[in-house]
């Protein structure tokens, strides 16, 4: 079933022909909604709750039911894959996520492939669900090669960014070999979660910022063949967190990016690119008279541009108020200047 609502699609096509901007956040659906937390409440481990399709599609509408938003976002995580390649994952109030084992402590860990996609069946599950319930059109994500040996590489969010450089450099074998098995799993998963009803992809390349030159060799290349593989049709988002997108755009064919908090979104709209992204999530602490300014601004700017998406530049946060993206999003989306 195609979605009524297109106008993001349309957007990310470059073919926005309505006066209006469309709207969706990164992690809209999460703990700054009460609604979130009464789900939440009834699961001790993140997993358990993330493998039962009925709670994603519960969670992926909770935004949707409040706001103005133009598209869905499969409720899942970045980090199902390495836990369906046996690297066990527990999310660690305060610290985010544990992985049992990693690279830093055993520099022979061998990732499991075997199986992994039928493991991951309760994410198409969940697509499949949702977009039965949705008139948005639905995006699926991945976490990206580089980001992904990121988390195997630590067995948590990364600290000490000079351990992986070297290990890239020493072993860039053995980086290698695992970012290309990462690649094909990546691949299938989000052929499977296109297949279940995903309308386009969006890649979170989230610690991509953690290289410099090294960019495109050990990350970007990587995005390239996934991009490569995807269908015409099913247009790929590209986040990068900490890297200014613009030094690297002969690098890719990629065609849209959601830009973080420190890029500008001038230095790309009048490109054959679609923009979305750079709002910082911290701006939703500022008064309301602030906010609506905020949105008046972004609308008078944005709103007759065929190839831009409202979005975050980082996930919202748990200490946001839904009151204050209601009125902003009330004012942004409406017609009226
Ligand atoms: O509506 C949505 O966008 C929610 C779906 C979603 C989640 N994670 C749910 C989640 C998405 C798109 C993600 C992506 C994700 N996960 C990224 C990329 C985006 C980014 O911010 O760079 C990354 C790096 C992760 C890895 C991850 N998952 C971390 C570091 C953490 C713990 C820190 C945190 O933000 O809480 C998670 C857990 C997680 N994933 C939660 C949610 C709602 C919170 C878990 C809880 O409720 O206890």
Known sequence: MTSQNKIFLEALKRENNQARVPIWLLRQAGRYLPEYME??????????????????????????????????????????????????????????????????????????????IQKLDYVFEATKMIKSNINVPLIGFTGSPWT???????GQSPSDKSLIKSFIQSDSNIAHSHLKELTVIIQEYIAEQVKAGAECIQIFDSWGGMLEEEYSEFSLSYINQIAEQLPNDIPLILYTRGKILADFLEDTKIKCFNLDCAD????????????????DPKDFHLSDAELIEKAKGIKAKFFNRANYVFNLGSGITPDIKPEKVDLFLAELSGFSS
């Open 39 to 116: 789900v939440r409440k009834n699961y001790s481990d993140f997993f358990e709750m993330i493998k039962k399709p009925e709670v994603c599609n519960e969670l992926t509408l909770q935004p949707l039911r409040r706001f103005p938003l133009d598209a869905a976002i499969t409720f899942t995580d970045i980090l199902t894959i390495p836990d369906a390649m046996n690297l066990s994952v527990e999310f660690i109030a305060g610290k985010g996520p544990v992985f049992e084992n990693s690279i830093l402590k055993d520099r022979s860990l061998r990732l499991s492939s075997k199986q992994a």
């Open 148 to 154: 992904l040996l990121v988390y195997m590489f630590y």
């Open 264 to 279: 500008v979104v001038d230095n790309y709209i009048d490109k054959d690119l679609t923009i979305q992204g750079n709002f």
